[in-house]
Structure formats: structure tokens, C-alpha cells
């Protein structure tokens, strides 16, 4: 070979460096790799900052975050995939409404998982139960301080928390409800004035009139003038 011609051969035969440096391909017949899953925390079920039931540094803000911190509710979180859910170690048919539903409603006040979370899931689950009517009934006058002192709440979260196991309520025991409406009327006619509640706050008040009668739609049309009675 002539000088030239060795040169021209060497350029055809050496590697590009670009296809150097390029990754081999998967071989024939293999998988590719499977990606990485992102695993589910419990900060992307609840929302609320999260506090530890058993840390001696922990100060109890309720009775309730006291009671679940020495293990007396018969309950507990259950993760599923993308949900949580209370798991009861006994049937909510036997529980003790007397000594448990108040507890739950002091917990409304709580701002922090998991505390948040089962008060007002255990709210929900034991109004839902078939005879909770008149398992409710006679705890009513025990229920509403922790309702009453959620519901004044300055904190959105609280407050919407408290609207919510109000409705809840009056759905289970209808009139019965009716002469502890003085607890709430006063407070309900200055939230209706805030947009943020106005929506939550009108819902409730269509429940206890709906659920109450006339005599409700008396009591709303004098205490919240601005809100219109569905009875006149």
C-alpha cells in the first residue's frame, strides 16, 4: 500500500468515538428493566403533620390524644393501597357510644395524624352503624363541648371537621338534636358571613331544619337572618 492508501484504510476501520462510547443494547430475548416504584407514605394520605402517639416528648392537645396514646380505643389505621380505614377490634355494634363518642368529637381539635384522622373517622363510622340513633341519643349533652369548642375554632380544617360531624349528627337523631341548637346558632351566623364556611355552613343549617321541622326554621330565621328558611 501507498502511504495514502494505508491512511484511508486506518480511517475506515477504526471505531468512531462517539460509537464508543454508546451503551450496549439489551442482548436478544431479555426483559427490559423494570422502573422504580414510588412507595405510598402516610404524609400522601393525610395531609396533616404527623405526630407520634408514644414519644414522651409529645404533649397531648385533647383528652382523646391522651386516651389513644394509652392504647384505650379499640382501633387503629389500616394502610390499603391509596386509602386508609379504621380497623375496630370490636364490632361497632358493641361499642360504648357513652364512653367512646364524646372522645371522638374532644378529638375534632386536633390538627396533627394520626389523631386527625380517627377521631373523625371513628365519628363517621359509629353515626353510620344501623342502631346508632339510639346509641346517640343519650350522649348528646357529652358530645357537645368538644363539637361546640370545634366548631368556634379559628382554624379552616377544624372548622369544616366540626360542620361535617354536625350534619353527620343531625341525620342520626333528627329533633332530637333540636334543643342543643343554641350551642351553635351564635356561631353558625358568623361563619355564614365568611366565604370560606358560607357553602359548609348553608348545608348544615338546610340538615337541622330538614331534620328539626318548623320550630327549627323559626329558631334559624331569627338567630341567622341571613340564611332563608326552607319553611316559611
Wanted: include cysteine; charged fraction near 25%; glycine fraction near 6%.
Amino acid at each position: 500500500l501507498t502511504s495514502g492508501n494505508a491512511l484511508l484504510f486506518a480511517a475506515c476501520i477504526a471505531p468512531c468515538c462517539k460509537c464508543s462510547r454508546m451503551k450496549p443494547g439489551p442482548k436478544p430475548g431479555s426483559k427490559p428493566a423494570a422502573k422504580p416504584t414510588a412507595k405510598l407514605s402516610t404524609q400522601r394520605l393525610d395531609p396533616h403533620k404527623f405526630s407520634s402517639p408514644f414519644a414522651s416528648t409529645t404533649k397531648a392537645k385533647t383528652i382523646f390524644a391522651e386516651a389513644y396514646g394509652r392504647g384505650d380505643l379499640p382501633c387503629r389505621i389500616e394502610h390499603h393501597t391509596a386509602r386508609m380505614s379504621l380497623s375496630w377490634s370490636v364490632p361497632i355494634e358493641r361499642l360504648d357510644y357513652a364512653a367512646f363518642l364524646p372522645l371522638c368529637f374532644d378529638g375534632l381539635r386536633e390538627t396533627r395524624h394520626p389523631y386527625t384522622y380517627i377521631s373523625r373517622q371513628a365519628i363517621t363510622d359509629m353515626l353510620c352503624a344501623g342502631d346508632a340513633g339510639p346509641k346517640t341519643v343519650p350522649v348528646l349533652e357529652q358530645v357537645m363541648p368538644g363539637l361546640r369548642s370545634a366548631i368556634i375554632e379559628k382554624e379552616e380544617d377544624i372548622c369544616m371537621a366540626a360542620l361535617r360531624a354536625l350534619g353527620q349528627l343531625s341525620d342520626v337523631v333528627g329533633p332530637e338534636l333540636d334543643k342543643y341548637l343554641h350551642h351553635f346558632l351564635s356561631t353558625l351566623n358568623k361563619r355564614i358571613g365568611e366565604k370560606k364556611f358560607r357553602e359548609q355552613v348553608e348545608d348544615v343549617l338546610r340538615k337541622l331544619e330538614q331534620n328539626g321541622g318548623k320550630e327549627v326554621s323559626k329558631q334559624l330565621k331569627l338567630k341567622v337572618p341571613t340564611y332563608t328558611p326552607l319553611f316559611r
